[in-house]
């Protein structure tokens, strides 16, 4: 987290399977900022990470940091980013510490695997081969390497998904404490999570019109 | 911006005006060509009546290569400059491409037969065509084995890419390798080395086969277009479904 | 011999020639059969499918 | 290149692991070879006329049949989607995956051949060369392959669309690697049939890396 | 029965909304056989010496690859969890299901199988054997790997793991159905192999769905 | 609903993994009850769904109906309940009403199918493949299943994933309905899940110590 820096995005367009599910957006997510997506099954929350990530190229419009446009130079923009999806990547026949540990060791040559499992309270597990876990405690390890090397954004698809309450209250302790560090937070959630001082943003506003199709 | 999301009305303005033209070449064309091909040229000295399936072997032939090298640069486009129009192209194509396959394998294999004494041989050029089919058809499988029609486009336009230098080596075989089957004698460098009375039915039969394939094209196309339209509208519906459940639940939610 | 005959004939090579002709006709034949189905029918779909189209009749019965 | 040996390190380790893996496909490859002597008969003669081309042709089926799972776990586990968001270049990603793949399963099977090379009575003295040309061979369809393997991510009937994709493609291998043995077999240089497959490893090399990045992140959009 | 006919009709009916999947089927059998004058040289003699051999290989390989989802998807998407908790009885699930599968892809096997033989120069006195051997053999290739099918379920390298079990058992099959054709090729009698033939079919007609029951149930037990 | 009937475990037993996950639970169901289990990730919810399905069979203890235990006539067992798990089953190239009503003709000879969707609000898709669904859309096509053949008993595993508020509502419905004509509902949750008089099992309660490995 060496400078200042903005992750922002401009009159973005999702154009899929002939319309448009939402258009005309635009965000911006500062230092210690956070940002939560809202809306509907079926209004784009998770397209938009998606595209965050550079997963899901915008029909139109452009996402940046302060220096650049993503598309641009993608692995400069990989290097910024943790993205959280649906799926949680655990190797059945990986150790939970082995498992933190090769996403980190990608990112940094000495990862703090332990701490992080600690965080989510999963350092009794590390031993513990990925095949034996239930579906709370895989989404868990997939958080954990969230921590394991530190980013400046965390892209969050649902994170709360599966976890029991003391799970959901350890996600927020570590948000808060990432915002502390100046990092910035994009979330989409059905359920209340506690990012004070969040911004919202409903996807519900950018519904885009149909075309007209004859 | 709107025509950009793929509105398709001007290529089927287009379409409009070019179809009707097609078609009346094909017929005409393919009329002419039948009368010189089977009534008006004479038999060849060396290979007698056969000779006659040159007329709809070798434009048959030509076109199996053709589709696939327009399959190619649509495949191309669409993976470039993202034209959504050159995805339904190379998927109108790849039908048309396979059919003219079959039938340059099967007119061949019947000129085989009495010209060489076998349907079949396993030399360079027979075999390449025969891997251009199966490139045809792994096309087809792989554009259609998505329940996302968008990534079978990406993935096959990708898979066409790849095949096509076989394209070459169909063209090529022939000089490269030493095989039963004849060299190119009409496209070659100094003109062709064949006789004008054979000539004027081949050229008639493979410009009719062209027109047929822009004919048939444009309606593929066309049924494309559909096929994309429909999705859309039952994507619509789907989400439709959803916002106006979320209405009436809440008006219900209201009233209690 | 009549010409007909000798015409169908072929020198003796009648055996490949037509047959040749003949799936060169049948594909191409049914290659347009087969597309213009696809067309009808996608057209067919897409009418009742279409919104704007439903409407147009809907309104039509109301009035 | 620290980022190609934590992910071959990793490949090694789940093949590993999961024990069986390099053996099943080992065991494909004889299985494959020995029904043909229940096809065919089991004539000596016969046999090791065409012991060459069924061997390379069993090496063709065994290296598509294992290369279906090169990309599909870790598409359907959701960990190809983190690989990919990785400051990582994804043709590193690929080219670690493949010499995995390569390790665990090429090389194994080119140990094996000369067993069967025994099995189908071929003659001795087209062992070395059978062996080397495998080695040459095998590379490259294991790089071929990925492509096929990338692009299949996410469709239904994976597996026999892989090979109705792949095979097409591996059949220069296949046509060079047995005409190889073929000429050591007849007394003839299998120098050139050598060369030529070396060069068709040089062009694979090369260009596949870069193919399969372009289908992994075409797989990945969406 | 009438659940049967209600599973059939399912199972023909998704087969026949995707289209090509068993035209793809056909097409890797095709190019399986298409491979071997690449491997084992274009001399017809030779060719047509194997052209039997070869076919039935081709079609085992074929029939093995498209079993291998027989009940993948049904797994993967949950349809076998609720299946085998539905009140019918799991054989007539495992009956209808195979049926299903031989119907299309079974069938359009055989029709290909006269084509190939053509490319093979194999003897036209053949071909009626050919087609009648694969038609009994092929319903026992799809009950046998019905069986393995059931039991890869789960598993990793679900494909690889089939073909070592299944491939030993098809071989009683492959014998018989080589030598009824090579029976009417050399102008002896094909009656007393296809005789077997029908055996076989008998035999796994009989025993295929209860096995493949009980390794359904199992792999469900998790 | 032919006659009175009481479904019932008794000190049953989960050993999964190398450990206990539950030991010694008790419970049952009478007519017209619900039972809503409860407890952290990784405490055996799934593991006790699935068992009383019969998918799992219990390490120590058994599960039985008035008449008789379940792995005595598994089929008979079978026809008693519908299991709702975690996939949800729906063809992509089926529409939704031929997909409901594969399932319901393996129990009924004519199902209701259209009552069914209309219960949750999927009745206007009845002829769109299910290809084209969102996520919670196909939960409620496997919910619709449930309902176009009646039986006694349902068990649902965290029925209202990747449902929004009306659907859970709907839910909520169905499940009184049922109940109010006999039938008995087991359901774990996360979330709160309005079950009336339901009683509730906290898997947390059943915790077996684990074994000691030396
Ligand atoms: C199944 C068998 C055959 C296949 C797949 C096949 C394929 C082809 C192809 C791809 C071409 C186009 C080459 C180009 O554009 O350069 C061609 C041209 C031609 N073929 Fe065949 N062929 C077959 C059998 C035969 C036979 C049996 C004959 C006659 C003995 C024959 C005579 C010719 C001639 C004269 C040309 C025109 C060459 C030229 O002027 O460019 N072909 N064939
Ligand atoms: N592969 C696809 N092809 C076409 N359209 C798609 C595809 N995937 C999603 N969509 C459409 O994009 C829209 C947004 O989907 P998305 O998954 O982003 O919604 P979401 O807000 O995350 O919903 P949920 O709350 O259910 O997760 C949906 O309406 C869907 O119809
Ligand atoms: N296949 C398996 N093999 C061994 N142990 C397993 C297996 N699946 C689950 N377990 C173990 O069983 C325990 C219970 O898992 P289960 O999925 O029933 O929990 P759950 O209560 O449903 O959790 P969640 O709230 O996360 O869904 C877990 O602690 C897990 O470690
Ligand atoms: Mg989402
Ligand atoms: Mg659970």
């Not at chain 3, 189905?37 to 009035?63: Q, T």
Request: aromatic letters at 10%; a neutral charge; proline letters at 5%.
């Amino acid at each position: 987290m060496d400078r200042m820096n903005r992750f922002f995005g401009d009159n973005l367009t999702c154009f899929r399977g002939g319309r448009f599910v939402f258009a005309g957006l635009s965000f911006a997510v500062e230092e210690g900022g956070a940002l939560v997506l809202r809306g509907p099954n079926g209004s784009g929350k998770s397209s938009l990470l998606r595209m965050m990530a550079g997963l899901l190229p915008p029909s139109a419009g452009a996402l940046a940091w302060d220096d650049g446009r993503i598309d641009e130079e993608p692995e400069a923009h990989h290097e910024r980013f943790h993205y959280v999806g649906h799926a949680d990547a655990v190797k059945p026949v990986l150790t939970v510490a082995e498992n933190v540990e090769f996403w980190a060791r990608l990112r940094t040559p000495e990862p703090d695997t332990r701490a992080a499992l600690e965080a989510f309270g999963i350092d009794r597990l590390a031993d513990v081969p990925g095949r034996f876990l239930s579906a709370g405690q895989k989404r868990r390890v997939n958080l954990a390497r969230v921590l394991a090397a530190p980013v400046r954004l965390w892209l969050l698809d649902e994170p709360a998904t599966a976890l029991d309450a003391d799970a959901v209250r350890a996600v927020e302790a570590a948000i808060a404490a990432h915002r502390a560090r100046g990092g910035m937070v994009v979330a989409s959630t059905h359920q209340a999570l506690g990012l004070d001082g969040g911004d919202v943003l409903d996807l519900a506003d950018f519904q885009g019109e149909d075309l007209d199709i004859d | 911006m709107i025509h950009r999301f793929a509105n398709p009305t001007r290529f089927l303005r287009l379409a409009d005006r070019i179809q009707p033209w097609a078609a009346g070449l094909t017929v005409v064309l393919g009329g002419a060509g039948l009368y010189f091909a089977l009534f008006s040229s004479p038999a060849d000295y060396q290979q007698g009546e056969t000779v006659r399936i040159m007329y709809i072997h070798v434009p048959s032939a030509w076109m199996a290569l053709f589709c696939y090298t327009a399959l190619a640069a649509a495949c191309a486009t669409a993976l470039i400059w993202k034209h959504p129009l050159a995805d339904l192209a190379a998927r109108a194509t790849a039908p048309i491409g396979a059919c003219f396959t079959l039938l340059a394998l099967a007119t061949g294999s019947l000129w085989g037969k009495p010209m060489w004494g076998t349907w079949w041989v396993w030399d360079a050029r027979l075999t390449s065509v025969l891997i251009l089919f199966f490139l045809y058809l792994g096309y087809m499988a792989l554009n259609g084995a998505f329940d996302d029609p968008e990534r079978g486009q990406k993935a096959s336009a990708i898979l066409a890419l790849v095949g096509f230098i076989n394209v070459p080596i169909i063209k090529f075989s022939v000089d490269w390798w030493n095989t039963l089957h004849q060299p190119a004698s009409v496209i070659k460098m100094g003109g062709p080395a064949i006789h004008p009375s054979m000539l004027t039915p081949l050229l008639l039969m493979a410009f009719a086969f062209k027109a047929y394939f822009v004919w048939v094209l444009l309606m593929r196309m066309r049924g494309e277009i559909n096929a994309m339209k429909i999705r859309a509208v039952r994507l619509r519906q789907v989400h439709a479904a959803e916002a106006t459940s979320a209405d009436a639940g809440a008006a219900t939610g209201e009233a209690r | 011999m009549s010409g007909m005959e000798t015409f169908l004939e072929m020198g003796g090579h009648a055996g490949y020639i037509w047959p040749a002709y003949g799936i060169v006709a049948l594909v191409l034949a049914g290659l347009w059969l087969a597309s213009r189905r696809f067309v009808r029918a996608s057209n067919a779909e897409l009418e009742d499918l279409n919104p704007r189209a439903r409407r147009k009749r809907g309104s039509g019965d109301e009035a | 290149m620290t980022n190609f040996v934590t992910i071959l390190r990793r490949d090694l380790r789940l093949s590993f692991r999961q024990g069986m893996d390099s053996l099943m496909v080992v065991m494909f490859f004889v299985i494959a070879v020995v029904l043909f002597p229940f096809g065919v008969g089991p004539e000596p003669n016969i046999l090791a006329r065409i012991a060459a081309g069924v061997i390379w042709v069993a090496a063709l089926l065994a290296s598509m049949l294992s290369l279906e799972r090169l990309f599909q776990t870790d598409y359907e586990d959701g960990s190809l989607e983190i690989l990919v968001l990785q400051p990582v270049s994804l043709e590193v990603v690929v080219a670690a995956k493949v010499t995995a793949h390569w390790l665990t399963t090429g090389l194994p099977l080119i140990a094996a051949a000369p067993l069967l090379a025994v099995l189908l009575n071929m003659d001795a003295g087209g062992f070395a060369i059978l062996i080397l040309a495998l080695a040459l061979g095998t590379p490259s369809l294991s790089l071929i392959g990925a492509i096929g393997a990338a692009l299949i991510l996410g469709a239904r009937r994976g597996g026999v669309l892989l090979s109705l994709m792949v095979l097409p493609l591996y059949i220069p291998v296949l046509i060079f690697g047995v005409s190889a043995v073929d000429a050591a077999l007849g007394g003839f240089a299998a120098r050139p049939h050598l060369l030529i497959l070396s060069g068709l490893l040089l062009a694979t090399v090369a260009l596949c890396p870069w193919v399969g990045a372009a289908a992994l992140r075409q797989a990945m959009r969406s």
